[in-house]
């Protein structure tokens, strides 16, 4: 098996083999969900925390599933009903939970790197479930699955990904998880939302220009505008943004017959797609959703395995 990492942490630290792990075992949990009985004991006897301070709906009720459907205990922290209210430091907050027997802390946070730092101050697994503009691995890894489920494979595709590539941690996490899958990235946008020396990267490159990189594309990734990130002005207006990169029906017709579109939800319809194609793109996107659980089961127990064969 090609997993013994303790933590989660992102994209860019798993390499190819550890990626196909995942993958491989979500594959046989989402088998687990189609089950009358949906429940496995995987994690019978584990503590599982979701720490989660910045808003989040699909994600964190995912990894609650997913860990439940483990038959894990299952802990929700908010930072508005914890003690950080207090002035407590989030490490603290932490060892505290630790001290309760907690095997696995999922966080997400508004700050980039705060998981690795508190990878280096637990015992506890920790999964990053999005920090800052950084990373979201279980976000790319699902978006893998997807497109691997659909299409059969991640090798030799050219998947394109629209919008706020600057401001995007699932934009991070997929163009690492792509290009080290065998596949070409394709990243568009104005060139005020695309991160300096991006390009440089192998089998990554830049596209201002939405009609051509859709018609090369086997797979598109439309991304929601971060505007809660965004500090000041990176185009003129919205109207002018969705002339130019919104996904509608004259844009989508420069997309090949059986090119997947995808989006991380939530959708900002008539921003990031046109409502007009909604009743065409909703279901792939809805698959996105069910496949997210599958992947968060099977990355809880690959590091509860990669936890036990560490201690």
């Not at 196909?20 to 088998?31: G, I, M, P, R, Y």
């Not at 699932?170 to 998880?177: D, I, Q």
């Not at 109207?239 to 090119?259: G, H, I, M, V, W």
């Amino acid at each position: 098996m090609g997993w013994k990492k303790k933590h989660l942490l992102g994209i860019k630290d798993l390499t190819r083999d550890e990626i196909e792990t995942v993958l491989n075992q979500a594959k046989v949990f989402k088998e687990v969900s189609q089950r009358a009985v949906k429940k496995t004991p995987a994690l019978r006897g584990k503590t599982v925390v979701n720490l989660f301070f910045e808003s989040s709906t699909r994600t964190r009720i995912s990894f609650e599933l997913a860990a439940k459907r483990l038959s894990a205990d299952v802990i929700n922290v908010a930072s508005s009903s914890s003690s950080l209210t207090k002035g407590e430091n989030l490490i603290d907050t932490l060892k505290n939970i630790e001290a309760l027997s907690c095997d696995i802390a999922i966080v997400r946070h508004q700050i980039a790197g705060t998981p690795h730092s508190l990878s280096e101050h637990t015992r506890a697994s920790v999964v990053n479930a999005g920090d800052g503009s950084n990373e979201h691995p279980t976000q790319a890894l699902l978006d893998m699955f997807t497109v691997k489920e659909k299409l059969g494979t991640l090798k030799d595709l050219t998947v394109t990904i629209v919008g706020d590539i600057l401001h995007s941690r699932v934009a991070r996490s997929n163009m690492w998880g792509f290009t080290r899958s065998g596949s070409q990235v394709i990243l568009c946008a104005p060139p005020t939302l695309i991160p300096k020396g991006i390009e440089e990267i192998e089998h990554v490159e830049v596209s201002y220009d939405l009609p051509s990189a859709l018609k090369r594309a086997d797979v598109v990734i439309m991304l929601r505008l971060q505007r809660e990130r965004q500090t000041s002005h990176f185009f003129p207006t919205l109207r002018e943004y969705t002339r130019y990169f919104s996904l509608t029906e004259a844009s989508a017709e420069n997309l090949k017959k059986n090119t997947l579109v995808m989006h991380p939800g939530p959708v900002n319809w008539d921003v990031e797609i046109s409502s007009a194609l909604k009743e065409r793109l909703s279901p792939a996107i809805l698959d996105q959703v069910t496949n997210g659980l599958a992947v968060r089961m099977a990355v809880l127990y690959l590091l509860s395995l990669g936890k036990e064969e560490k201690s």
